[in-house]
Each structure stands twice: as C-alpha cells, then as structure tokens.
C-alpha cells in the first residue's frame, strides 16, 4: 500500500518559504516528508520535526534516519512506521516529556 499526502502552503509566511508539505508512506516501511523546517530529535523509536503545517511526531521501530535535506526542506526515513500524528498544542508538551523521559530511564 502507498499512501501520498500533499498539502500546499497558504499562509504568507509558508508561501516565502517556498515548500510545499508532502507525506509519502510506502508500505509502512519507508517514509518521505517535504515541507520539513527542523529535526528537533530523532532515535530508533520516534521522531520530532517542525513542518510549514506544524509540529509532527513520528513513532515506530528501528527508524533510521536516510536523509535530511534543509535546503529544500525534505526527510527520509526507513523502519517500520506505528503513527505520524500532527500536534496541535505546537510540540512543546511533547518535546518536555520526551526530554524528562530519556532523563530517568
């Protein structure tokens, strides 16, 4: 199964940055996002970005990270894909527990 999402950028600021969000999910297995601003964390479980259409959380098992192209805005990663969820609150409840948690493991 391949799953393809494209959304185009209408607020004035994601128009000057010229990126349009694109999700590409191919067989849960690998995964391409266009669109990307910054990493903010990776490891082998999941992944935190910031996208022109907002913060997004990635989770999933032995995710790799292929590529990370900032000039054109673009991310690759391979493993097996659980969810890709967009979060609304801007990432930063997310972000302070992911920070606490890898703290007192």
């Given at each position: 199964?391949?799953?393809?999402?494209?959304?185009?950028?209408?607020?004035?600021?994601d128009r000057e940055s010229?990126?349009?969000?694109?999700?590409?999910?191919?067989?849960?297995?690998?995964?391409?996002?266009?669109?990307?601003?910054?990493?903010?964390?990776?490891?082998?479980?999941?992944?935190?970005?910031?996208?022109?259409?907002?913060?997004?959380?990635?989770?999933?098992?032995?995710?790799?990270?292929?590529?990370?192209?900032?000039?054109?805005?673009?991310?690759?990663?391979?493993?097996?894909?659980?969810?890709?969820n967009y979060l609304d609150?801007?990432?930063?409840?997310?972000?302070?527990?992911?920070?606490?948690?890898?703290?007192?493991?």
């Amino acid at each position: 199964m391949h799953i393809i999402l494209w959304v185009k950028c209408m607020d004035k600021k994601d128009r000057e940055s010229n990126f349009n969000h694109l999700v590409e999910i191919n067989e849960r297995k690998t995964l391409v996002v266009s669109g990307v601003k910054k990493l903010e964390s990776f490891d082998s479980k999941e992944f935190f970005l910031e996208s022109v259409m907002g913060y997004i959380l990635i989770k999933g098992q032995g995710l790799e990270l292929i590529k990370l192209d900032t000039s054109v805005g673009t991310l690759s990663i391979k493993g097996k894909i659980n969810s890709f969820n967009y979060l609304d609150n801007g990432g930063k409840k997310v972000k302070e527990e992911n920070m606490l948690s890898k703290l007192f493991k």
